[in-house]
Structure formats: C-alpha cells, structure tokens
Nanobody
Framework: QVQLVESGGGLVQPGGSLRLSCVASGTIVKIYTMHWYRQAPGNQRELVASITDSGNANYVDSTKGRFTISGDLSKNTAYLQLSSLRPEDTAVYYC???????????????WGQGTLVTVSS
C-alpha cells in the first residue's frame, strides 16, 4: 500500500513564502515523476509543477519564476517552494506520483490528501 503525505501548508500574507513537502511511503520500487497540483474553491484541479526521476522540472506559466519544485525521487520526496505568494494562489495543494510497487506491474498514479495554502492579509 502506498501513501503520499503532504505538509507545510498554512496561512501566509501576500508576498510571503511557504515550503511544501511530499513524502511517499509503502512498497515502492520506482518513482518516475512527482507532481504538484492545486485546486482552488470552485475551480478544477490544475497542474502546478512536475519533476522527473532525472531531476528535470517543469512549471505552468502562472507559477514560473515564483514556485520551485525540487526533490529526490529515489528517496520518495518532493518539495514545492512557494514565493511571492498572491491571494489567487490560495488552494489545496496536492502531491501526485507515478510509481511502481512491483517490477511485475505497470506504473500507476497515487495522490496525497492535500495541504491547504491560504494567502491573505
């Protein structure tokens, strides 16, 4: 059984910073990619940033230059540094990983429960 647990969310003022963490646990033989998504009230879940097992990072335009994804997928961890936060960044942030639990099975996607980030003065 695989679990992804996010942490680091909270209340921050506009212009502030937060660092989110995601740790995957359980029977994992390989993580290929880890992603951060977010979902604001009334909106669809959207991709924020991605990182591959080789360390390549990708961002959506709205967060490029303000958010930084990092991590060590061989250690089942990923981080999202949020900077210059705006009220419109308020959302539940989710971690997602594409991974294998066995070399005899294909990769599958797993999700965490999310961590709430609120940007407000």
């Amino acid at each position: 059984q695989v679990q992804l647990v996010e942490s680091g969310g909270g209340l921050v003022q506009p212009g502030g910073s937060l660092r989110l963490s995601c740790v995957a646990s359980g029977t994992i033989v390989k993580i290929y990619t880890m992603h951060w998504y977010r979902q604001a009230p009334g909106n669809q879940r959207e991709l924020v940033a991605s990182i591959t097992d080789s360390g390549n990072a990708n961002y959506v335009d709205s967060t490029k230059g303000r958010f930084t994804i990092s991590g060590d997928l061989s250690k089942n961890t990923a981080y999202l540094q949020l900077s210059s936060l705006r009220p419109e960044d308020t959302a539940v942030y989710y971690c997602q990983a594409r991974l294998r639990t066995s070399w005899f099975r294909g990769a599958a996607d797993y999700w965490g429960q999310g961590t709430l980030v609120t940007v407000s003065s």
